[in-house]
C-alpha cells in the first residue's frame, strides 16, 4: 500500500464531505473493516489539559465490543504508555508518538521507526523550550518520549507568535528534529520518514490486514491525521471528525466525539 502521489491527492473542505453514518454498509463496501483512530478529539473531546481528556465509559464498551469483531487500533501522538493508560483495554493495539511506539496483544512491542537516535536532541531541546518559555503565561511544555508538545491553548493572543518564534529557533538548531503542527499545538518530532500513515501501513502489513476482504478505516480530527487520511485514500477510507484549518484528504465525516461512538456502535452490529 502506498501514500498517493501530491498530483493525485485530493483534497476537500471538510464540510462538504458525506456524512459516514448516512450509509455504513455502503462506505464498507461488503468488507470487514481494520479500524484505526486518533484519540484526543475523537474518542474523547479536546480540553485544555490533556491530562484531563477521560475516555467515557460508554467509548470505552463500544471499543471493546468492536475489537471483539476486527482489528482495532488506537494511532495517537500522545506517547503509547499514556494512551494505554486512558483507554484501559487489552484487546486493541497502540500506536504512540504518531506511530514511532507499537504495543498490541501477543506482547507485541516495537518501535519501528528508528526514533531512539532523536532522543538526545529531544532532551536538550526539551531543556531549553522550558527555559526559554517560562515566563508566556499558560503555556505547557509537555515531554513524551519521542515528541515534546507545546501547547498554547490557553496563551494570550499577543505572545502566541512570540512562542512559536522560540520553538522555530530551538527547532532550528536540531537537525535531528523537525516541526509538527497541530490545533492549538507545536511539535517537535523526529526528523525520520515516519509518521501516523506509515504506522498504519506497518500495522497493516504485520497484522496480515492487507487483504482483498478487508477495508481499513482511520478516524481522526488533526492536522497530523493527514498522513493517514493520505495513505489511504483510494486503498481504504478516511473520516474527518469536526474539521481543522486546511482541506483534507478524508472522504467522510463524523461531527463529534458522539457520533464517532454512534458509528463505532453501528459498525459493530454490521461486523458481527
Keep these: 500500500m502506498k501514500k498517493q502521489s501530491d498530483a493525485a491527492l485530493h483534497k476537500y473542505n471538510a464540510q462538504d464531505l458525506p456524512a459516514a453514518l448516512n450509509d455504513i454498509p455502503g462506505l ?3 468488507k470487514k473493516p481494520a479500524v484505526f483512530l486518533d484519540y484526543d478529539g475523537c474518542l474523547s473531546p479536546i480540553v485544555k489539559d490533556p491530562d484531563k481528556a477521560i475516555l467515557a465509559q460508554q467509548m470505552r464498551k ?4 468492536l475489537a471483539e469483531v476486527c482489528f482495532v487500533a488506537i494511532v495517537s501522538g500522545r506517547d503509547r504508555a499514556n494512551v494505554e493508560q486512558l483507554v484501559q483495554l487489552d484487546n486493541l493495539y497502540y500506536a504512540g508518538s504518531h506511530g514511532f511506539d507499537i504495543s498490541g496483544p501477543d ?12 532522543l ?20 505547557l511544555v509537555e515531554r513524551k518520549r519521542y515528541a515534546i508538545a507545546v501547547h498554547y491553548r490557553n496563551v494570550p493572543e499577543n505572545q502566541v507568535n512570540q512562542l512559536l518564534q522560540i520553538t522555530d ?6 537537525p535531528e528534529l523537525k516541526k509538527g503542527p497541530g490545533k492549538k499545538i507545536m511539535e517537535l518530532k523526529p526528523n525520520l520518514d515516519w509518521h501516523k500513515g506509515k504506522a498504519v501501513e506497518w500495522l497493516l502489513e504485520e497484522m496480515d490486514l492487507n487483504q ?23 486503498h481504504g477510507i478516511g473520516i474527518m471528525v469536526g474539521e ?6 478524508a472522504e467522510y465525516r463524523l461531527e463529534d466525539v458522539e457520533e464517532v461512538q454512534t458509528f463505532l456502535e453501528a459498525l459493530t452490529k454490521i461486523t458481527k
Design 107 to 118: 506482547n507485541l512491542n516495537t518501535e519501528p521507526g528508528g526514533a531512539k537516535a532523536a
Design 212 to 234: 482483498p476482504s478487508i477495508i481499513p478505516l482511520y478516524i481522526g480530527d488533526d492536522l497530523t491525521d493527514e498522513d493517514a487520511f493520505a495513505t489511504l485514500q483510494g
Design 244 to 249: 481543522h484549518d486546511e482541506q483534507t484528504a
Design 169 to 174: 529557533e530551538v527547532i532550528a538548531r536540531h
Design 62 to 65: 463500544a471499543l471493546q465490543q
Design 28 to 30: 464498507l463496501q461488503g
Design 120 to 139: 538526545p536532541a529531544l532532551e536538550e531541546a526539551h531543556k531549553v523550550l522550558t527555559e526559554r518559555l517560562k515566563d508566556i503565561s499558560g503555556v
